[in-house]
């Protein structure tokens, strides 16, 4: 078939190009770990962790608050060092002071249980009780590790204290005994996932306030940075793939092309095939050498594979798009260039976006590399199931399709001769 | 050669923007002949290959190829026609014989064919020994070379070779011009275009010459001659003529029919060169002047050129 022959023929012709490699696969594997290394060695999700600091205020006026910070404080779990207490509970006075040690680093989070706990608990009337955690920003796992348990044991106590105003023992027994909490701990990257979406679907008692505190500092985790820096650069090459249809034009190979038996369709179609495989071979590498040699985590493996292709898909469909109304290959290599970084930066592929304005955030969304980066982290960094980024690999098919589509108006309107 | 034309062009005109790139050319082209189309830089000669080899769609007028209309049947006009564009075009990142495996399978050769003729194509560019080399690494003959094998991988019934021998060595021309007579001695039936003279001279059966997108001549050479009637020439070179000098009378001397005169080079077309030259360098020099050198040249393409449109065809 003539389509896979000019698909293979760019995919080797690109494979071959060392400076291509040196962008495509050594800079975002060099630059990932890099970044991670100049972040300090933060534990990466591949060990488990135990003795997580936690900064907790009990302003409960009830008995219920003390319950709750009695079982955190007794969570166990195993490790190489036997088992440890999952949280190293110090209690603070006032919210403000736990908030300061967050601030200060001495804890990875804050739980400030509000004066009515007890009283939101007991009494089905009474206002729904908020409890409030505060977490380091330059953290990712503790804090999720944080809410979840903090969620799981919130929901024990609610289905456990409602109506039926138990005694804090009895309250004690029945929550330690819930099966969902003992499998939460046993594995907390599942409960992770099923503590969100319970949460949601319930109409809980107790109204969490999560919040991350502000900070400048940057994440140091390579399950963030390894697939950030596989997006910025994947784009890179993707959009090279399809600009190569404007070198072509310029070198004389696809006038060539057309005088062949040929169809102009079938020319196309091996063009972005040669750019899919390119870019799927890309992140093949990439997730493969990052995981082996670096033991980066990249989460669920379809997870992975279909985000990829998701990405490289949405990536190339931009692609198309710039070459088809850029004037020739070289404009359309310096808007690709500045498309890419724009998409980098906005995306988060360097800076993570968190607590920014609703505008910066919404633009943030408008770019593939948001899509594809939340999807990646969510696999890598919150252990989510494949079909918690069915929707992220969605709308990055999605974008593809249309940008693609577009694409194909602007290089049927080029190439009627 | 009296057999029915392979190729016909009739009335092709193709604009760019404004510009009218070609008006109006027709000509035929019969089984087994080889055409020149000779035409100075611009003249709209690549525009011409580029409507009869599908790439270009004409505004006006229409071409058959063995029966097959340009514009209507594109597709299986594409099945006989070998092209070998001007410009190089090949994969400088493909090794010599990865191209000609790439170029066959986009012409539809598969398999045990498909290494066979890419291994004839390496011979008749007398690349076997560079064979797994990338192109990139190539001189510009090399380049050419591959780049006409790549046209012939189909065997096509008809080649367009859009000026094939620019920017080489005389070696590698040669070479070119002997494939090209040798393609054809074996029924290739071939479109060549060119600025130089020699070469349309050399090799053509007939010759069309191309100006501003207008076929202006078209014939053998023979014919051509007779046709534009230019006669043999005396070109004279003086030395450092005066700034005012205007060669006036020397035109109506007895014999000189026509009179070209640019820089300090005066190139008179007579019915008899050798005759005329006495008398010519007499007179110039009652005019105080001094001829440097001369040559005589029978009539030639050149001068038919030159006679058409009073213009030098030069590189
Ligand atoms: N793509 C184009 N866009 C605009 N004008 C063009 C284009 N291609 C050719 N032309 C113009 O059309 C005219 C004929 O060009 P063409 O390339 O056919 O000439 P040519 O005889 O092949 O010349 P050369 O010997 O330099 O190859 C020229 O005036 C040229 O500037
Ligand atoms: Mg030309």
């Known amino acids: 078939m003539k389509l896979l022959t000019i698909t293979l023929k760019d995919t080797l012709t690109r494979f071959r190009d060392v400076r291509a490699l040196l962008y495509m696969l050594v800079a975002p594997l060099a630059i990932g770990l890099i970044m991670g290394a100049a972040f300090g060695g933060q534990n990466d999700g591949s060990s488990p962790i135990y003795a997580i600091p936690l900064a907790v205020v009990n302003a409960d006026t009830g008995d219920l608050g003390q319950t709750f910070v009695d079982i955190l404080t007794k969570i166990e779990v195993d490790t190489a060092e036997g088992k440890q207490s999952l949280f190293a509970v110090t209690p603070y006075a006032d919210a403000e002071a736990a908030r300061a040690a967050v601030e200060r680093g001495e804890a990875d989070g804050a739980l400030i249980l509000p004066p009515d706990f007890s009283a939101a608990l007991k009494n089905a009337n009474a206002p729904r009780a908020r409890l409030d955690i505060y977490t380091d920003p330059t953290l990712r796992i503790p804090p999720v590790i944080i809410r979840s348990v903090t969620e799981r044991l919130a929901l024990g106590f609610q289905s456990a204290a409602l109506g039926a105003r138990l005694a804090a023992e009895q309250i004690t027994t029945a929550v330690q005994a819930d099966p969902a909490l003992q499998t939460a701990l046993a594995d907390l990257p599942q409960a992770i996932a099923e503590a969100e979406a319970d949460f949601a679907a319930e109409q809980p008692r107790i109204r969490l306030q999560r919040q991350t505190l502000g900070g400048g500092k940057s994440f140091n985790v390579l399950g963030y940075f390894m697939p950030s820096m596989a997006i910025f650069f994947l784009m890179f090459a993707v959009f090279h793939g399809m600009r190569s249809i404007l070198e072509e034009e310029k070198k004389g190979t696809l006038p060539r092309l057309l005088t062949t038996p040929t169809r102009p369709a079938e020319i196309l179609a091996g063009k972005i095939g040669g750019t899919l495989l390119t870019g799927l071979l890309q992140m093949a590498v990439l997730v493969l050498v990052s995981a082996l040699l670096f033991g980066v985590h990249w989460g669920n493996p379809w997870g992975v594979a279909l985000l990829s292709f998701a990405t490289v898909a949405g990536a190339a469909g931009l692609g198309a798009f710039l070459a088809a109304f850029a004037r020739d290959d070289n404009q359309a290599g310096i808007i690709g260039t500045f498309v890419a970084l724009v998409f980098g930066i906005l995306g988060g592929n360097f800076i993570m976006l968190q607590n920014v304005p609703v505008w910066l955030d919404l633009l943030s969304k408008a770019t593939l590399n948001r899509w594809a980066l939340d999807g990646f982290t969510a696999l890598a960094l919150d252990n989510a199931p494949l079909h918690a980024v069915l929707p992220h690999i969605a709308i990055l098919l999605a974008l593809g399709a249309a940008f693609f589509a577009l694409a194909l108006l602007g290089f049927r309107r080029r190439f009627t001769r | ?315």
Not at chain 2, 100 to 113: I, P, S
Not at chain 2, 149 to 165: M, N, Q, S, Y
Not at chain 2, 170 to 196: A, F, M
Not at chain 2, 221 to 234: K, P, S, Y
């Open chain 2, 1 to 315: 050669m009296q057999t029915q034309p392979l190729l016909t062009a009739h009335n092709l005109h193709k604009h760019y923007g404004r510009v009218h790139a070609v008006r109006g050319v027709s000509f035929h082209i019969a089984a087994g002949e080889i055409y020149s189309l000779l035409g100075p830089n611009g003249a709209g000669k690549t525009t011409t290959i580029g409507m009869l080899t599908t790439l270009l769609r004409p505004d006006e007028g229409d071409a058959t190829i063995a029966g097959f209309s340009v514009t209507r049947q594109p597709q299986r006009v594409k099945e006989i026609i070998g092209v070998v564009p001007q410009e190089i075009a090949l994969y400088d990142d493909l090794s010599a014989r990865e191209n000609l495996r790439f170029w066959g399978r986009m012409v539809g050769l598969r398999g045990a064919d498909l290494a066979k003729r890419a291994d004839e194509a390496l011979e008749l560019a007398e690349l076997r020994d560079r064979a797994k080399d990338k192109v990139a690494t190539f001189s510009g003959g090399m380049k050419r070379r591959l780049n006409i094998a790549v046209g012939l991988l189909h065997r096509p019934r008809i080649l367009f070779l859009d000026e094939p021998t620019v920017g080489i060595d005389p070696q590698s021309r040669r070479r070119i011009l002997d494939t090209v007579k040798e393609l054809n001695r074996g029924g290739l039936t071939v479109l060549y275009t060119t600025h130089y003279m020699e070469e349309a001279q050399e090799l053509s059966h007939r010759i069309g010459i191309i100006d501003y997108g207008q076929l202006i001549a078209e014939g053998t050479l023979d014919e051509l001659i007779t046709q534009t009637g230019v006669g043999e020439r005396i070109v004279l070179t003086l030395e450092a003529p005066p700034a005012d000098f205007a060669p006036n009378d020397l035109a109506q001397m007895e014999g000189v029919q026509r009179l070209h005169a640019e820089g300090d080079t005066l190139t008179f077309e007579v019915d008899d060169a050798n005759g005329r030259l006495p008398a010519l360098l007499l007179h110039l020099q009652g005019l105080g002047l001094t001829v440097r050198r001369i040559e005589l040249q029978e009539p030639n393409l050149e001068a038919v050129f030159l006679h058409l449109t009073g213009r030098a065809l030069r590189e």
